[in-house]
């Protein structure tokens, strides 16, 4: 939610917010998964995710067309403030097609 302090004259200072990034570069792409999965060693902690999603992440090693990774914050108004159960992130990742047929075997398929 916006802070009410940063919600000026919106005059919704409760709202959710809502953030979309657009990556036109496949190297950006994978500078930001590579970002999340050296974010463990470089805050020293076990480990950001789950046993299956690290496995997951760790065995993404290629990404193609329609490629998208979604961030989702979750606030658990239960737990105060400084608490870091607080906030959750969820990431959701999808490689892309990974059929090996790309756009062009779309477009091949449906014309014929």
């Not at 657009?22 to 046993?51: K, M, P, Q, W």
Request: proline share 4%.
């Amino acid at each position: 939610r916006l802070d009410p302090r940063h919600g000026g004259s919106s005059g919704l200072p409760e709202r959710l917010l809502k953030t979309r990034l657009y990556f036109t570069s496949e190297s950006h792409v994978y500078t930001l998964l590579n970002l999340i999965r050296g974010a463990r060693d470089f805050l020293g902690c076990e480990s950001l995710f789950h046993a299956e999603g690290a496995a997951f992440l760790d065995n993404v090693d290629e990404l193609s067309y329609l490629t998208h990774i979604v961030f989702l914050v979750f606030e658990h108004k239960q737990h105060p403030l400084n608490s870091p159960k607080r906030f959750q992130v969820r990431l959701l990742l999808s490689p892309g097609d990974t059929s090996g047929c790309g756009i062009d075997g779309l477009m091949s398929k449906s014309e014929s």
